[in-house]
């Protein structure tokens, strides 16, 4: 059973979630205000975003050595400080050069503290609990993107953009507060034998290569990309990884665990979720900008209709873990990415014509499918998981979870610039939103590979009636 602490401890390490996936994107719409304050141009905006990006996927890897080297109450609690303190110090900044400097601080702190929240709330549930625990982590993030326009363009509108930080600080003293009372160190923190050595040539392979990758990703966004350095920068970093693979295959004390994708549902799962991601991380992208300068609709109408979304991630929530629980994780995981297929294609094909509550359903269905998704694909890997290998699992499931969430927006971009050179009577947006449901398809056929009992260990499954007495 879950405890309160537990639980408590569980919705704490959500609250910290939703606050970094807030603070990757919210930014976005206040370009043009930063850029005029900080005497920037809103191109160059770009940047503030990037460098929190570029910051978590690079630092991620090394949460988990760090746990084992200082024990999980310290890093979450220096995490949640540094997370909090950087939020003031971006809300302060006078220049470009010291809101980006702020933004590796706050990117610091928030790689350290989603990872690290997540292992010491799955490391302590029983295998039965892990599903519900799971689903109390998880969804919070996956509203951030969808709301977080909205909420960046009523703040720049009704406020200034300052404020866009200065939210984090009484958010980020209750979870500190509330981190110090709940969160203690496990027996599998630090204080269980002394910790590996660090993996230096890990450290340089897999940091150098993910980080070229998030900002390539950053420069293919840009309306007019420099080609030769974009492609240089991707290339080298595909190269890098690809050496960190063959590097944290053979040692013995990587910085990524891959032997944890020896086991087959977190394999199929990890393949499945980065390209799940990419969609589900371009769609709220898309969707406004279509909404705007496509249909005409102004910025508040726009953001009320991809609330949507939002709307359907809280309201299949009750639903999830009960219909996984009948159903089984195999079962649930492919009527989510075959929704995500049609809903996403479907919106492609929406036109300013189309009623309004047509769209707002179709958007509702993506919110739901989306929601229902990440909770199968956030559980069913970790469920099959030997417990010395939780850890290692989740480390490198935040990892490639962070990388998609990076290269979200650059996969929208590069979809919607193939859509324009198209042509053939489709909108760049209707061959975008197809793009993306042909990858979504991909996921559907990739969760086709998962055994039918996959995460049978994490499902609470009814219990067979007792057979009635039959009288000679």
């Known amino acids: ?232 920068l991707l290339t080298g970093s595909v190269a890098l990884l690809t050496a960190a693979a063959l590097h944290l295959r053979r040692t013995a004390f990587p910085l990524l665990n891959l032997r944890t994708l020896g086991v087959p549902t977190f394999r199929v799962t990890q393949a499945g979720v980065i390209a799940y991601w990419l969609v589900c991380g371009a769609v709220p992208f898309l969707l406004p900008l279509m909404f705007q300068t496509q249909f005409g609709w102004s910025p508040v109408k726009s953001g009320a209709v991809t609330a949507f979304v939002f709307a359907g991630n809280v309201a299949i929530k009750p639903a999830t873990t009960p219909l996984i629980n009948r159903f089984g994780f195999r079962a649930v995981l492919l009527a989510a990415t075959a929704g995500t297929t049609v809903a996403v294609a479907v919106l492609g094909f929406t036109s300013a014509a189309t009623p309004i509550a047509v769209i707002a359903g179709l958007a509702l269905i993506s919110g739901v499918t989306r929601s229902v998704g990440f909770t199968v694909y956030s559980t069913v890997g970790l469920a099959d998981m030997p417990h010395e290998l939780m850890r290692d699992a989740n480390t490198l499931a935040a990892t490639s979870t962070q990388l998609a969430g990076g290269l979200a927006i650059a996969v929208a971009t590069v979809a919607l610039r193939i859509g324009g050179a198209f042509g053939a009577g489709l909108t760049a947006y209707t061959v975008a939103f197809c793009l993306l449901a042909l990858i979504a398809a991909g996921t559907a056929a990739e969760a086709l590979r998962m055994d039918r009992t996959a995460g049978d260990a994490a499902r609470r499954q009814p219990t067979p009636a007792p057979a009635t007495a039959t009288r000679d």
């Not at 996936?21 to 205000?33: K, N, S, W, Y």
């Open 1 to 232: 059973m879950i405890d309160a602490t537990h639980r408590n401890t569980a919705l704490l390490v959500a609250g910290c979630f939703f606050m970094e996936m807030l603070d990757g994107t919210i930014v976005t719409t206040a370009a043009p205000q930063i850029g005029r304050s900080l005497g920037a141009p809103p191109a160059a905006i770009g940047l503030v975003v990037t460098a929190y990006l570029l910051t978590l996927a690079v630092l991620i890897p090394l949460s988990g050595w760090l746990t084992r080297r200082l024990g999980n109450r310290v890093i979450f609690l220096t995490a949640i400080a540094l997370f909090t303190l950087a939020s003031i110090g971006c809300a302060a900044s006078v220049s470009l050069g010291m809101l980006v400097g702020m933004r590796v601080l706050q990117g610091a702190g928030g790689a350290m503290m989603v990872p690290v929240g997540r292992t010491m709330v799955i490391s302590r549930a029983a295998k039965e609990d892990l599903l519900r625990v799971t689903s109390y982590v998880v969804w919070p993030g996956l509203l951030a993107p969808v709301i977080a326009p909205l909420a960046g363009g009523l703040i720049t509108t009704y406020a200034s953009w300052h404020w866009m930080f200065l939210i984090n600080v009484p958010l980020g003293v209750i979870a500190f507060c509330a981190a110090w009372r709940l969160v203690t160190d496990g027996p599998d923190s630090a204080a269980s034998g002394a910790p590996p050595p660090l993996d230096w040539a890990g450290v340089v392979l897999t940091c150098l290569g993910l980080g070229g990758l998030t900002y390539g990703a950053h420069l293919v966004a840009l309306p007019a990309p420099p080609a030769l350095l974009t492609a240089v």
